[in-house]
């Protein structure tokens, strides 16, 4: 048997308990007691990120008339299955200890989790037995409303809970010159999709758009308290049109935000999530309003990496020079700064993308974490969704095992308290797709 050494040293190097021929929830007690010191609602969360749900009829038609934040478009990596019903779908639930989790609509071959009403309150079932009562985040005040050219402020603004992201182009061109976007990634696909539903989606948007949404959105004190701008890439340039762009949104969305407080000095932090740049570029983004950056590997190692994201092999000197790039990111924007972005799952898609063993895919994640933790970087990411557009979606990919995301999360937050005591920070924590800041609740 293969001996993982870094699951050794972190004591998770039992061997996986086989979870085919068990039934859903038989397997989420199985991981349940193998795994005690993961509180139940992470596990439940990473369950219900996994299988995704569905609605009942009358769940869904009380959902219609209830003031809640819904979808009001896709960036990615959201629904396993094509969303056409037009109807109102939240964008996220939230259980009573606060976990929050994302609405990612499942067809019912993943076995989703259903939401259904229960003496007048929503609860989250699983094979027909309630589990979890859950909440939707109120809409905020500014959905409805509009910019001065006519367009709705949540098109241009997103929402999750305490955060607020702009998608400055959702296109992205790794699949202009050749098949090169990313295995795991549906973003031209689900532009297209929602286009083709009748949704109004711009797909570049406008700097006036963007201060007024945001000038808007900060009118209801206290509730948006952090930002993250993310999106296709343009390695055109070497990505520098992207980069003068995302400057000149930043810099509409700092105006709004002194101009909303009243404050000359506020600042909201804003996020970047984007390719990695020289490092005079980054110091123009870090001089042009950003916070931090982030810098998505989405699956650790060479051979992996190359693999799953061909576009971001081509166009940043492989593997290599991604690391050496991202590596300087943190020189310019500091420690606890930079997110490190992984898909937690797509290790366990078909060979040769992934693993054929989950110790083997789980090991390889956590090497990745252990040295991006000792250089400085902070978790971020979203699970793996299997969605219609996708490479993976194509080839029949399954989910992998509960277990995975179990050993993956748990040996993420020991390495990150082991490594990461000075950097463990609340960037980018109200994510709604990844358990990485419900895992910090432990320590
Ligand atoms: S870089 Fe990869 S993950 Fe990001 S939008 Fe392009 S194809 Fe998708």
């Given at each position: 048997m293969a001996e993982?050494?870094?699951?050794?040293?972190?004591?998770?190097?039992?061997?996986?308990?086989?979870?085919?021929?068990?039934?859903?929830?038989?397997?989420?007690?199985?991981?349940?007691?193998?795994y005690p010191q993961i509180p139940r609602t992470i596990l439940l969360k990473e369950d219900v990120l996994r299988r995704g749900?569905?609605?009942?009829?009358?769940?869904?038609?009380?959902?219609?008339?209830?003031?809640?934040?819904?979808?009001?478009?896709?960036l990615f990596q959201w629904h396993k299955m094509d969303e056409t019903s037009g109807q109102k779908i939240p964008e996220s639930i939230i259980f009573r200890d606060g976990t929050y989790t994302s609405v990612l609509l499942s067809p019912p071959e993943m076995d989703p989790y259903t939401i259904d009403v229960k003496d007048g309150e929503f609860w989250l079932f699983s094979e027909g037995e309630p589990i979890?009562?859950?909440?939707?985040?109120?809409?905020?005040?500014?959905?409805?409303?509009?910019?001065?050219?006519?367009?709705?402020?949540?098109?241009?603004?997103?929402?999750?809970?305490?955060?607020?992201?702009?998608?400055?182009?959702?296109h992205c061109y790794y699949w202009d010159k050749g098949d090169r976007g990313c295995k795991f990634c549906d973003m031209n696909y689900i532009a297209k999709h929602q286009l083709k539903i009748g949704r109004s989606v711009k797909l570049r948007k406008d700097?006036?758009?963007?201060?007024?949404?945001?000038?808007?959105?900060?009118?209801?004190?206290?509730?948006?308290?952090?930002?993250?701008?993310?999106?296709?890439?343009?390695?055109?340039?070497?990505?520098?049109?992207?980069?003068?762009?995302?400057?000149?949104?930043?810099?509409?969305?700092l105006k709004a935000t002194r101009d909303a407080t009243g404050d000359p000095n506020h600042h909201l932090p804003v996020f970047w999530v984007g390719p990695p740049l020289s490092k005079?570029?980054?110091?123009?983004?870090?001089?042009?309003?950003?916070?931090?950056?982030?810098?998505y590997f989405e699956i650790w190692g060479k051979?992996?990496?190359?693999?799953?994201?061909?576009?971001?092999?081509?166009?940043?000197?492989?593997?290599?020079?991604?690391l050496e790039r991202s590596l300087d990111a943190v020189e310019v924007f500091g420690r606890g700064n930079v997110c490190a972005g992984f898909v937690p799952g797509i290790e366990m898609a078909p060979p040769p993308y992934g693993f054929s063993e989950l110790n083997e895919g789980v090991e390889s994640a956590l090497k990745g974490y252990k040295f991006l933790f000792q250089k400085g970087f902070v978790p971020s990411g979203t699970n793996w969704s299997i969605s219609p557009?996708?490479?993976?979606?194509?080839?029949?990919?399954?989910?992998?095992?509960?277990?995975f995301f179990a050993k993956y999360g748990l040996g993420r937050e020991l390495l990150l308290e082991e490594y990461g005591k000075d950097i463990c920070s609340d960037i980018l924590s109200n994510q709604c797709y990844a358990t990485y800041p419900?895992?910090?609740r432990l320590f």
């Open positions: 993982y050494k870094l699951l050794k040293e972190l004591g998770l190097d039992q061997p996986p308990t086989p979870a085919d021929e068990m039934g859903v929830v038989e397997e989420f007690e199985m991981v349940r007691e193998k749900v569905t609605f009942t009829t009358a769940a869904i038609k009380e959902i219609q008339d209830l003031p809640v934040s819904y979808h009001v478009y896709i979890e009562e859950v909440f939707f985040d109120p809409a905020p005040r500014y959905f409805g409303k509009r910019t001065s050219k006519g367009r709705l402020m949540e098109e241009v603004l997103g929402h999750g809970r305490r955060l607020l992201y702009v998608i400055p182009v959702q700097p006036e758009d963007v201060y007024e949404a945001v000038y808007e959105a900060l009118q209801e004190k206290g509730r948006h308290q952090e930002m993250f701008f993310t999106g296709g890439t343009n390695p055109r340039n070497d990505f520098q049109n992207e980069i003068d762009f995302n400057i000149e949104l930043v810099q509409a969305v005079e570029q980054y110091k123009m983004v870090k001089e042009g309003g950003f916070t931090g950056y982030g810098c051979e992996k990496f190359e693999l799953v994201c061909p576009g971001k092999a081509k166009y940043c000197g492989g593997f290599d020079g991604f557009g996708s490479y993976y979606y194509k080839i029949g990919a399954t989910p992998p095992p509960l277990e419900e895992y910090q």
